[in-house]
C-alpha cells in the first residue's frame, strides 16, 4: 500500500494554457475523488469516480475541467484554457467500498497549481 | 444544503495543555461527521467519524469528538497535547451514507508552544 500519489506536485502555468494533473488511487480503491483548496479555505468536492464511472460533478466543475478514470485506476483532471482563479491546491482520495457506507478518505499531498 | 462551521481559525495551546476545537454544521436531516488533520506538506487524514451510535467517538493520537444533537455541534477535544499535534485540523460533514462527498469546514490551525 504505497498511498495516493499525485503529480505534477506543483505547476506554474499562464493563463489560457491546458493543465492536467494525474492521480494514482491506493490499489484496489474503486472509488476516487477530486478536491480543490483555495488558501484560508477547506477542500470543496468537485467529483468522483466509482470505478470508471463518474458519478457526480459539482457545480464548481465548469466546462474547462474535465476529469476521467478510463480503466478505473489512474485518474486525470484537465483544466483547459487556465483563470487566474484556476490557482488552487487540487487534491485526489480515494476509498474503497464500506458494504455501502461511508469510508474513509486517503488523501494525495495534492498537486498546487498557479496561474499568472 | 449542509455546511460546517470552525469558530477557530487559529488556536495556540501549551504543551500538555487541554485543547477543544470547535465545530458547527448545519443541517436538517440526518447527518455524518468527520475530523480531518492535516500535518505539514502532508496530505489530509482522518482523526475519528461519527456515523451513528455513541456520541462520544474516539479518535487516533488521543483525540475525541462528542456529537452533540441539540447544539448541532462536533468538537474536537483532546487531555494533553503535543508538539507533534501541530497541524490543521478540519471538520466535515455529509448527508450521504454511501459516499464521501464531504463538506468540509474552513480549518482550524493548532499550535502548540512548548
Known amino acids: 500500500d504505497t498511498g495516493v500519489s499525485q503529480d505534477p506536485r506543483h505547476k506554474i502555468t499562464k493563463r489560457g494554457q491546458n493543465v492536467t494533473f494525474r492521480c494514482d488511487p491506493i490499489?484496489?480503491?474503486?472509488?476516487l475523488y477530486w478536491y480543490r483548496q483555495t488558501l484560508g479555505q477547506g477542500p470543496e468536492f468537485l467529483t468522483y469516480?466509482?470505478?470508471?464511472?463518474?458519478?457526480?460533478k459539482s457545480r464548481l466543475l465548469s466546462d474547462r475541467f474535465s476529469a476521467e478514470r478510463p480503466k478505473g485506476s489512474f485518474s486525470t483532471l484537465e483544466i483547459q484554457r487556465t483563470e487566474q482563479g484556476d490557482s488552487a491546491m487540487y487534491l485526489c482520495?480515494?476509498?474503497?467500498?464500506?458494504?455501502?457506507?461511508?469510508?474513509?478518505?486517503?488523501f494525495g499531498e495534492g498537486s498546487r497549481l498557479t496561474v499568472l | 444544503a449542509q455546511s460546517v462551521t470552525q469558530l477557530d481559525s487559529q488556536v495556540p495551546v501549551f504543551e500538555e495543555a487541554p485543547v477543544e476545537l470547535r465545530c458547527n454544521y448545519s443541517?436538517?436531516?440526518?447527518?455524518?461527521l468527520f475530523w480531518y488533520v492535516q500535518y505539514p506538506n502532508q496530505g489530509l487524514q482522518l482523526l475519528l467519524k461519527?456515523?451513528?451510535?455513541?456520541?462520544l467517538v474516539k479518535g487516533i493520537n488521543g483525540f475525541e469528538a462528542e456529537f452533540n444533537k441539540s447544539q448541532t455541534s462536533f468538537h474536537l477535544r483532546k487531555p494533553s497535547v503535543h508538539i507533534s499535534d501541530t497541524a490543521e485540523y478540519f471538520c466535515?460533514?455529509?448527508?450521504?451514507?454511501?459516499?464521501?462527498?464531504?463538506?468540509f469546514g474552513t480549518g482550524t490551525r493548532l499550535t502548540i508552544i512548548p
Open positions: 482520495a480515494s476509498s474503497a467500498r464500506d458494504r455501502g457506507g461511508t469510508g474513509e478518505l486517503f
Open positions: 490499489s484496489e480503491h474503486n472509488r
Open positions: 469516480f466509482q470505478n470508471e464511472a463518474q458519478l457526480e
Open positions: 443541517s436538517s436531516v440526518s447527518v455524518y
Open positions: 461519527y456515523l451513528s451510535g455513541s456520541t
Open positions: 466535515a460533514v455529509t448527508l450521504n451514507f454511501g459516499n464521501e462527498k464531504l463538506t
